[in-house]
């Protein structure tokens, strides 16, 4: 990246989906540096703002911390109710980590997966911006957790100020789609943030 002064940076990005819209020549592109020393590259790349006017958020570690902090808050009304939130759980017979899981004395275990959604064709946002094998795993440990009698939940976290709509990206990964239409057809849950 070039800064306004011509300073070349190279930034980290914690990204590791194809970010398509996400890096066009041109979009303006806001970073975070860290104070840490021992980073190889200080500085993070956090948002894109598009020619259009767009935000796009690429660091996918925000799509977790603002699901947290809008579970902890109370914000999402399906899964408030429970006393305790856990982080980085393992779980499952494929040997995954679920992003969140909630538990409370008089409720059923609750799973969540988080997805960060960033791909906008118009108004419509997809998932997955490019196939993935992690995230059909994800959906088969949810549908297994499901069958288990506990809560499962993929949270599809828009973080593209551009999307006011949602789908599956079939376009893209015809079999995350199908997982996730049969994960819905069995008891799963989607929400949005």
């Known amino acids: 990246m070039i800064t306004p002064d011509g ?56 799509a977790n911390r ?16 429970y006393s305790t939130l856990k982080s980085e759980v393992k779980y499952g017979a494929e040997r995954s980590r679920i992003d969140f899981m909630l538990q409370a004395d008089s409720r059923p275990d609750c799973y969540i997966e988080v997805k960060s959604v960033t791909l906008a064709e118009k108004d419509f946002g997809y998932f997955p911006d490019a196939i993935t094998e992690r995230g059909q795993k994800h959906l088969r440990e949810l549908m297994n957790v499901a069958a288990e009698g506990k809560r499962a939940v993929i949270f599809f976290a828009v973080l593209h100020s551009a999307i006011t709509r949602f789908s599956p990206a079939r376009h893209i990964d015809a079999k995350y789609a199908q997982l996730l239409f049969e994960a819905q057809r069995k008891g799963g849950r989607n929400s949005g943030l």
Do not use: F
Request: negative net charge; glycine residues 8%.
């Open 7 to 62: 300073t070349e940076l190279t930034l980290h990005c914690p990204n590791t989906g194809a970010m398509t819209g996400c890096a066009t020549p041109g979009d303006t592109v806001w970073y975070s540096t860290s104070e840490n020393i021992k980073r190889k590259y200080p500085h993070t790349w956090e948002l894109t703002q598009t020619q259009t006017g767009a935000l796009i958020c690429v660091n996918t570690l925000w």
């Open 66 to 81: 603002l699901t947290k902090e809008a579970i902890e808050q109370g914000r999402i009304s399906e899964l408030s109710g």
